[in-house]
C-alpha cells in the first residue's frame, strides 16, 4: 500500500506492508538513522519519533498507523528553536547524553514542555519513564528540563518569564 504522512515538515508518501514498522520506514526509505533500534519492544526511547506532537516508540508503530499524521524525527527537531532550547538547558544542567539515549532524552523533554510548560519534578520523572539511561541521575534530568523550561518562556516571553 502507499501511505502519505508528513516527514519533518514535509509531504512525503511510500510503499509499505502496512504492518512494517515505522523505524524500518524511516530507516530504509527516508534513510533518517536518529530512530535507533534498540530494544524493539517500546522500552528505551531510543527509536522515539514525535507522532502529532506526542513521543511515540517508532519501533512499534505500524506504517498503517500514521497515514496523514505528522512524525517529526530528531533529524528535523534539530533545525528548531525549541531544539535549541533543549541543547541549552541539557548543557546548562550537564545533562549526559549518547548516541544511544539523546534522541529520547530531547523528544521527550519537546513533548512533554509542548503539553507542560512549567513541569513539576513528579510530571518530568513521568516523561522519561520509558528512556533507558542507566547513567544519568533522575535529579540531573529534572534540573535539565527545568532549565529548558526556563530557557523557552525566556526566548518566548523575555527576561521577566
Ligand atoms: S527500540 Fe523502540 S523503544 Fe526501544
Ligand atoms: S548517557 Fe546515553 S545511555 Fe546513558
Redesign the pocket.
Known sequence: MTIKFILNGEDVSVKAEGETRLIEILRGSFKLMGAK???????????FVLLDGRIA????IPAFQVRDREIITIEGFVQTNEYRDIAAGFAQAQVETCGYCETAKVLAAEALLEQTPRPSRQEILAAYRDVRCRCTEPESLVAGVQAVAGIRQRRLYGRGA
Do not use: E, K, Q
Open positions: 533500534a534498540g530494544c524493539l519492544s517500546g522500552r528505551c526511547g531510543a527509536c516508540p517508532s519501533c512499534l
